[in-house]
């Protein structure tokens, strides 16, 4: 239920979005964001997998708690989020991961799980004389009633977001510092 109360809130947020989508038609797209991080790759990498519930925005959570968020970052592992109760629900599945280099999620994010949809995000990590330059790039397709292009703005907010999170998060301490655009 809350998946598809924010995938309509999202949908609202849409039009003040920056639009980073790479490409997008009525059976996929592809959305990409990248930032410097002024952290070396090692604390980024840290950051990014074994902290993502200290960054991650509790409103793109089923319980609306990013803290029970995690990421087990083996071929096969679970970007996951746990409930009090003992349940919980796979977010993605990690299907490739070189640690500090590269990691690729494969599913659908959020909302996108509840739909005929399957996506490969892949978080890429490189040394930049700033610190590390990471790049998120998120390719979804299949069926959406409607197309799946008319989501596709608001999936690309959420990836910016969320990208703007860590950066904050790694920098300052404090993800809700983050500069969205």
């Known amino acids: 239920?809350?998946?598809?109360?924010?995938?309509?809130?999202?949908?609202?947020?849409?039009?003040?979005?920056?639009?980073?989508?790479?490409?997008?038609?009525?059976?996929?797209?592809?959305?990409?964001?990248?930032?410097?991080?002024?952290?070396?790759?090692?604390?980024?990498?840290?950051?990014?997998?074994?902290?993502?519930?200290?960054?991650?925005?509790?409103?793109?959570?089923?319980?609306?708690?990013?803290?029970?968020?995690?990421?087990?970052?083996?071929?096969?592992?679970?970007?996951?989020?746990?409930?009090?109760?003992?349940?919980?629900?796979?977010?993605?599945?990690?299907?490739?991961?070189?640690?500090?280099?590269?990691?690729?999620?494969?599913?659908g994010l959020g909302p996108l799980g509840l739909l005929g949809v399957s996506g490969n995000m892949t978080w890429e990590f490189f040394d930049a004389e700033e610190g590390t330059r990471v790049k998120f790039t998120y390719v979804v397709g299949g069926y959406r009633p409607g197309g799946l292009n008319a989501i596709a703005l608001p999936v690309d907010y959420v990836i910016g977001e969320a990208l703007a999170r860590m950066q904050a998060y790694v920098e300052t301490g404090d993800p809700e510092r983050a500069a969205i655009e």
């Open 1 to 107: 239920m809350r998946q598809l109360i924010s995938l309509a809130a999202l949908l609202m947020l849409s039009s003040a979005a920056a639009a980073e989508v790479t490409d997008s038609a009525e059976n996929g797209f592809t959305t990409a964001h990248e930032v410097i991080i002024n952290a070396p790759r090692t604390r980024t990498w840290q950051a990014a997998v074994d902290e993502i519930g200290k960054w991650w925005s509790d409103d793109h959570t089923v319980n609306g708690d990013a803290g029970r968020m995690s990421i087990n970052s083996v071929p096969q592992g679970c970007f996951c989020e746990t409930f009090e109760n003992g349940g919980g629900v796979v977010h993605m599945n990690v299907t490739f991961v070189n640690p500090g280099i590269i990691l690729r999620l494969t599913g």
